[in-house]
């Protein structure tokens, strides 16, 4: 608890075991506390978790595709780079 006091004191952590879960790319301000530390609850919210980004990702990875296939479409070339042009 001694480790991050700027954290332990935004989210008022007064003992140990405690979770907070953070959303992937979000802030400490983000967080969800989780109160009832029962481990049921806490591998509920992580397959909760786990879950609600798999399908997100699974919605980004076929607009991509779908992007692609409709570019292929409509152009016999293409050249897909990474990086900058300088």
Do not use: C
Not at 28 to 53: P, T
Not at 57 to 76: C, H, S, T, V
């Amino acid at each position: 608890m001694d480790r991050d006091k700027v954290l332990t004191k935004f989210f008022k952590v007064n003992s140990v075991p405690w979770v907070v879960m953070i959303k992937p790319g979000g802030s400490a301000g983000d967080g969800e506390k989780l109160v009832n530390l029962k481990r049921q609850a806490i591998v509920e919210a992580v397959k909760a978790a786990e879950d609600h980004y798999s399908q997100q990702f699974e919605r980004a990875r076929k607009l991509a595709y779908a992007e692609i296939d409709g570019l292929l479409d409509l152009n016999p070339i293409l050249l897909f780079a990474r990086g900058s042009a300088a």
